[in-house]
């Protein structure tokens, strides 16, 4: 059996995913169990399966999967300034509780790829996405980068979501991937599935 390659001789793919989509701006106490949030983190959950399915070599890659939360972008949103004020009120900090909730959902996906024999590493980005997204490639020597694209319902929503991921890839130093969540099938979750046992002499 061949020794697993050293993390420093691996392949380094990063994956970045939409924070909006991880952890929404607004915090709320049924947003965990909404629809919306439900269907949200699945497709972050297919975006990922759709990198393990086409990029990823278990056995000779290193994935960094981050997603970046920026406050101030999400300043004037109107969920936002209440959940700030209801904050004046009380002890938690909204953007430390969406930070966790982003850590939370990145470490379910990367127990995911554990499942299926890739290592991985997860972190929370704050700040400007595109700067920080930029920084983390650099910094980690990045050889691949996958990034989200929630795909908009209209012309003006299309434009609004390849935003950063435009910038982030025209401005990073390795070829990027540009993973556009509405056209992944659906079957493509099962990238994600854990291999099935192998049969041993002791189950004969």
């Known amino acids: 059996m061949s020794s697993p390659v ?9 994956i970045a995913l939409d924070g909006d989509h991880v952890a929404p701006p607004t915090v709320a106490p049924d947003t965990e169990s909404s629809p919306e ?3 949200n983190r699945f497709l972050s959950f297919k975006t990922v399966a759709w990198c393990k399915a086409n990029l990823v070599r278990p056995n000779t890659d290193h994935v960094f999967l981050i997603t970046a939360i920026d406050p101030i972008a999400n300043t004037f949103d109107g969920g ?8 004046l009120v009380g002890t938690q900090d909204p953007h430390v509780d969406r930070v966790k909730e982003a850590e939370a959902a990145l470490r379910r996906l990367a127990e995911a790829l554990h499942a299926t024999g890739v290592s991985c590493t997860i972190e929370v980005l ?3 996405v595109v700067e920080m997204v930029r920084e ?18 209209s012309k003006v929503a299309e434009a609004v979501a390849y935003a950063w ?3 982030v890839a025209r ?12 056209d992944l099938p659906e079957n ?7 291999p099935l046992p192998t049969a041993t002499t002791e189950d004969n």
């Open 126 to 128: 704050r700040g400007p």
């Open 165 to 167: 991921p435009e910038l």
């Open 136 to 153: 983390y490639v650099h910094v980690h020597r990045g050889e691949i980068l996958a990034v989200q694209v929630v795909g908009g319902r």
């Open 6 to 14: 050293p993390l420093s001789l691996r392949r380094k793919i990063v």
């Open 188 to 194: 493509i979750a099962t990238a994600l599935d854990p």
């Open 171 to 182: 401005d990073v130093a390795c070829p990027t991937v540009l993973v556009k969540t509405s």
């Open 37 to 39: 949030h439900a269907q």
């Open 80 to 87: 936002v300034i209440s959940t700030m004020w209801n904050s």
